[in-house]
Every structure is written in C-alpha cells, then in structure tokens.
C-alpha cells in the first residue's frame, strides 16, 4: 500500500485544513494509507522514506533549515512531492532551496478573484487525458517558474492591474523530477469550493498519485 504524508497549516485564507482534508480522502479512496498533520515536526521527528509521497499545504510560512533540509533529502531519494496554489506555490518565500523543488513562486494574482479559462495544452499526459478546457472563478496566478518544468495547463493573462502582463501564457500545472523524485504542482485551489470544478479536482487527484514513489 502507498504511504502519503500530508501536512497543512500557515494562512487560513487559503482553507489549508479543508483542502487537505479533500484529497486526503480521495488518496484513500484510491488505496492510499494517508497520513495528515498540522505540524511541520513531521519533517524531521521522523523517517521521511517510509513515505511515498509528501504533501505540505503552508501559504506564507517559514521551514527551519533543518526541516527544509530533511525535505529536499527525502525527495531526492525518490519520495514523491506534490502540491497546489499558495500552500506549496507560495508557502516559504525565504527557502530557495524549497522552491526550487517546487519548480515555481507565486509572485501575483492579477485583478484577485476573477473569472479566467484554463487551457489544457498535453492531451496525451495521463494527468490531462480526457479532460477540456475548463472555466474558473478564483485567483489567476502569476508565477516564477523554473524552464525545466514539464507544463501540462497553461492559462492567459487578461487583466486590469497590469495591463503589460496581458496576453502572457502563464503555467498552471506542472510536473518535473528532484533528482529520483517527482513533482507535481497546479497552482489551481484558492479555497476547498475550487475544488467543486471537476477538472480541478480530477487533475489534483491524478498528479498527487502519479508523483508518489
């Protein structure tokens, strides 16, 4: 049976608890034996390998060098990491070491909650196959992304506050490798009702299983 650790806490705004709670229950749906915790201790009073795979889910948080450390480790012996929107994307702006397993930094969400499409652009992937583009009402993410990433979604800047952004083709979902792990991130997920849009939800799901070990 799969292991996955998930670990959530940091700016309630961004429903931490209750989006955790989501795919939590879909992994153990899918036969996964899940664990979830609030604390950040879990990175380190513990043998992280048991684990296939490690979901943090801190918006605007700090890791302590020692935590970050035992994380980056873990991944690059093969655990997998996986993630969405501000809980991994933006959870420790002072850790590049942490960002740069991610593969991405959020930096803005352009005119805040917005109506936006979302373009599938790899229908072949097993993430994506089957799936259309689909519409969202949230944050638009305008993020620092590493060249290295495998893009699957993408989405089209249009906006009000920064006119010179329009027309950028921004990623949305992504997956990449740290060394032996895999990585999956979708910038989609502002608060748990995002995930009531199936192809948010479906494609969560899907990346969360395909980055375990």
Wanted: net charge negative; charged share 20%.
């Amino acid at each position: 049976m799969k292991k996955a650790l998930m670990t959530w806490g940091g700016w309630d705004g961004h429903d931490p608890e209750q989006t955790t709670s989501i795919f939590a229950s879909l992994m153990r749906a899918d036969g996964c034996e899940v664990t979830v915790t609030d604390t950040l201790e879990c990175l380190t009073d513990r043998d992280l390998t048991q684990y296939d795979l490690i979901v943090p889910c801190w918006t605007m948080s700090e890791i302590s060098s020692d935590q970050c450390a035992a994380l980056v480790t873990a991944v690059k012996s093969g655990v997998g990491f996986g993630g969405w929107h501000g809980g991994a994307g933006d959870a420790f702006r002072q850790s590049t070491p942490y960002q740069f397993i991610v593969g991405g930094q959020w930096v803005a969400h352009l005119d805040n909650v917005k109506d936006y499409t979302v373009q599938i652009i790899d229908h072949d992937d097993p993430i994506t196959a089957g799936l259309n583009d689909f519409a969202m009402h949230s944050e638009q993410y305008y993020m620092h992304v590493d060249p290295s990433n495998e893009v699957l979604v993408t989405t089209t800047v249009e906006c009000e506050e920064a006119p010179w952004a329009n027309g950028c083709v921004m990623p949305v979902v992504w997956k990449r490798y740290c060394d032996k792990g895999r990585v999956f991130y979708s910038s989609l997920g502002h608060v748990a009702s995002d995930f009531d849009v199936p192809e948010a939800r479906e494609i969560q799901r899907r990346g969360l299983l395909w980055a375990m070990r």
